[in-house]
């Protein structure tokens, strides 16, 4: 079965220019993630979707930073005005409910590079 | 809150040699735990997961974990290393409470397996 596909899979840009990133969850998942994760580093919580709820923002790091999901399915994550600082590679990851146990599945990643 | 540490962000071993990576982790209640494993260039893929069973977990590749409740702890051994564990290697703890997101990631440990 597919799996979370992430697009495009690498994106190079000019400092100041807005992207968009997409995430396709898994069908039937109704929990969906974003995270970054810098070069050599872990991963930083961006933003939480789950069904209808209203997002838990709490990890943006800047109001440069959206994201947005229609009901259980693809998800877009939004960069504005990119900085260099925003370089890194960005994850989606999807789980079948919100219960703690449910591993998340993740995609390949949007390597983001900001010249 | 909870957290996660990863003792050691670089682990060499060679190979057919032990695998051991260290996971410590603090949570106010009792956690679940996951590791999972990051080959270059792709998402995370989970390794195994522990979920209030039996404390040893065994997971894909021949990797098996145990949850030590008086130590804090979820270490990742393989008895046997071989090239292909090149990776890095993320420690995850989730706590069951009911709220929205919470996974928290650890740093991280990269995984050399020499010749």
């Known amino acids: 079965g597919a799996g979370v596909s992430q697009s495009p899979s690498n994106k190079v840009t000019e400092k100041g220019k807005d992207v968009e990133l997409r995430c396709d969850p898994i069908?039937?998942?109704?929990?969906l993630y974003w995270y970054r994760q810098r070069l050599g580093q872990g991963l930083e919580f961006l933003i939480y979707f789950q069904g209808n709820s209203a997002p838990d923002k709490s990890g943006l790091p800047s109001d440069r930073f959206s994201a947005e999901r229609t009901g259980e399915s693809v998800s877009t994550l939004t960069i504005q005005r990119t900085q260099q600082e925003d370089s890194a590679v960005y994850l989606c990851?999807?789980?079948?409910?919100?219960?703690?146990?449910?591993?998340?599945?993740f995609g390949d990643g949007t390597r983001l590079s900001i010249l | 809150a909870q957290s996660v540490t990863q003792l050691g962000s670089h682990v060499s071993v060679s190979e057919g040699a032990l695998v051991l990576l260290r996971c410590n982790y603090s949570s106010s209640v009792p956690p679940y735990l996951f590791w999972y494993v990051q080959y270059p260039n792709q998402g995370l893929q989970l390794l195994l997961k522990?979920?209030?069973?039996?404390?040893l977990v065994k997971g894909i590749n021949g990797f098996e974990a145990e949850f030590k409740k008086s130590e804090t702890s979820f270490h990742l051994t393989k008895p046997s290393a071989h090239m292909s564990d090149a990776a890095e290697y993320f420690c995850?703890?989730?706590?069951?409470?009911?709220?929205?997101?919470?996974?928290?990631f650890g740093s991280g440990t990269q995984l050399t397996v020499l010749p």
């Open positions: 522990y979920t209030s069973a039996a404390t």
């Open positions: 069908s039937g998942h109704t929990a």
């Open positions: 995850a703890v989730s706590v069951f409470s009911g709220s929205a997101r919470q996974l928290t």
């Open positions: 990851a999807s789980s079948l409910v919100t219960q703690s146990n449910q591993p998340q599945h």
